[in-house]
């Protein structure tokens, strides 16, 4: 499964479902009377796709396409889903090896996404221990996370859905698809493995090691200041492990490697907005190719780190009037 781009798909029978989930065969069957229903966003970003749903009352019962993992994510009326005859509880998450069977129920519309990737790829993609249930054919879990993480997937789910129904076009940019690529993984490992993070398997590393992994990636970066630079860019530059950037980064600044990246995009579109010389970008355009998908998020993130808008930065750039003709401003 390799893909790139995304389309929005309603579907109204029953059986044009089988194969509308990557990576998954899906049966379903109506449970109310009146429309059946199913709204779909799929966001095909290379070895991973992500899907977000809607969907009207109805049983279901799926199977993961061998080679493929499944990350599955309930997003409304939790309180009345069943999967595999389990209640499902807040801040839930699936966990379905290749071939795994899941058989559900809701007798209430309900929502959901999923995070679609192949097995053999992900341990490394989403740095999980070893034995992990995505990695083993058949395994399936439900796991109890922690409500912020939950809520981060949540949100970028949410996100990356409203950029795809307000800007179909503008989403579909590489850096686009490289950023939410890389939120995607980070907030997904955060999901499985984050209560582990930062405990006594982190602490017992060596600080020393941490430091030369940060420094040479450090030296990458400054060597390529004019670009954004993505946490797989940078584990095959440094030729070092996903888990061991993860653990360098959160063990000496406490952040993630994304988070890190993200202040250093958002830090080289404030210098392009200040920038003195030429004619005076387009807000929308400088973030978009620095790889800042939804402009709503990107203007709050960028207020709540500078202190003003990404549209007052730039009226207060040399020039005087360099903000004759821009668009509204982004607010955050």
Same mark, same amino acid.
């Given at each position: 499964?390799?893909?790139?781009?995304?389309?929005?798909?309603?579907?109204?029978?029953?059986?044009?479902?089988?194969?509308?989930?990557?990576?998954?065969?899906?049966?379903?069957?109506?449970?109310?009377?009146?429309?059946?229903?199913?709204?779909?966003?799929?966001?095909?970003?290379?070895?991973?796709?992500?899907?977000?749903?809607?969907?009207?009352?109805?049983?279901?019962?799926?199977?993961?396409?061998?080679?493929?993992?499944?990350?599955?994510?309930?997003?409304?009326?939790?309180?009345?889903?069943?999967?595999?005859?389990?209640?499902?509880?807040?801040?839930?998450?699936?966990?379905?090896?290749?071939?795994?069977?899941?058989?559900?129920?809701?007798? &209430?519309?309900?929502?959901?996404?999923?995070?679609?990737?192949?097995?053999?790829?992900?341990?490394?993609?989403?740095?999980?221990?070893?034995?992990?249930?995505?990695?083993?054919?058949?395994?399936?879990?439900?796991?109890?996370?922690?409500?912020?993480?939950?809520?981060?997937?949540?949100?970028?789910?949410?996100?990356?859905?409203?950029?795809?129904?307000?800007?179909?076009?503008?989403?579909?940019?590489?850096?686009?698809?490289?950023?939410? &690529?890389?939120?995607?993984?980070?907030?997904?490992?955060?999901?499985?493995?984050?209560?582990?993070?930062?405990?006594?398997?982190?602490?017992?590393?060596?600080?020393?090691?941490?430091?030369?992994?940060?420094?040479?990636?450090?030296?990458?970066?400054?060597?390529?200041?004019?670009?954004?630079?993505?946490?797989?860019?940078?584990?095959?530059?440094?030729?070092?492990?996903?888990?061991?950037?993860?653990?360098?980064?959160?063990?000496?600044?406490?952040?993630?490697?994304?988070?890190?990246?993200?202040?250093?995009?958002?830090?080289?579109?404030?210098?392009?907005?200040?920038?003195?010389?030429?004619?005076?970008?387009?807000?929308?355009?400088?973030?978009?190719?620095?790889?800042?998908?939804?402009?709503?998020?990107?203007?709050?993130?960028?207020?709540?780190?500078?202190?003003?808008?990404?549209?007052?930065?730039?009226?207060?750039?040399?020039?005087?009037?360099?903000?004759?003709?821009?668009?509204?401003?982004?607010?955050?």
């Amino acid at each position: 499964m390799r893909a790139e781009g995304a389309h929005l798909s309603r579907i109204t029978e029953p059986e044009d479902l089988v194969h509308a989930v990557p990576g998954v065969v899906f049966r379903a069957t109506p449970l109310s009377a009146g429309p059946f229903e199913v709204s779909l966003t799929t966001i095909g970003l290379g070895d991973i796709t992500l899907q977000a749903g809607h969907s009207t009352p109805h049983l279901a019962f799926a199977v993961a396409r061998p080679g493929m993992a499944v990350v599955q994510l309930p997003l409304e009326n939790v309180d009345t889903l069943v999967l595999n005859g389990r209640a499902v509880r807040p801040w839930t998450v699936g966990l379905h090896g290749g071939g795994a069977e899941l058989l559900r129920a809701n007798p &209430r519309e309900s929502g959901h996404a999923n995070l679609v990737l192949p097995m053999d790829r992900a341990e490394e993609l989403l740095w999980l221990p070893s034995g992990s249930t995505l990695v083993r054919p058949g395994a399936q879990d439900l796991l109890q996370t922690r409500p912020e993480a939950w809520n981060r997937m949540a949100g970028i789910v949410h996100a990356a859905n409203e950029a795809v129904v307000s800007d179909s076009q503008a989403f579909n940019l590489e850096q686009a698809h490289r950023a939410l &690529r890389d939120a995607l993984l980070d907030a997904a490992h955060d999901l499985i493995v984050g209560a582990g993070v930062g405990g006594n398997a982190v602490r017992s590393q060596n600080p020393r090691a941490w430091r030369r992994v940060i420094t040479t990636a450090d030296e990458y970066l400054r060597a390529h200041v004019a670009r954004p630079i993505y946490t797989e860019e940078l584990c095959s530059a440094l030729g070092v492990s996903a888990s061991g950037l993860a653990q360098a980064f959160r063990g000496t600044f406490g952040l993630s490697p994304h988070r890190f990246l993200k202040l250093r995009r958002l830090a080289m579109v404030r210098s392009l907005l200040r920038a003195r010389e030429g004619q005076s970008p387009l807000v929308k355009s400088v973030a978009l190719a620095h790889g800042f998908w939804h402009l709503g998020q990107f203007a709050h993130d960028y207020r709540a780190l500078y202190g003003e808008t990404p549209s007052d930065t730039l009226a207060r750039a040399p020039g005087g009037d360099r903000g004759r003709g821009r668009p509204p401003r982004m607010r955050g």
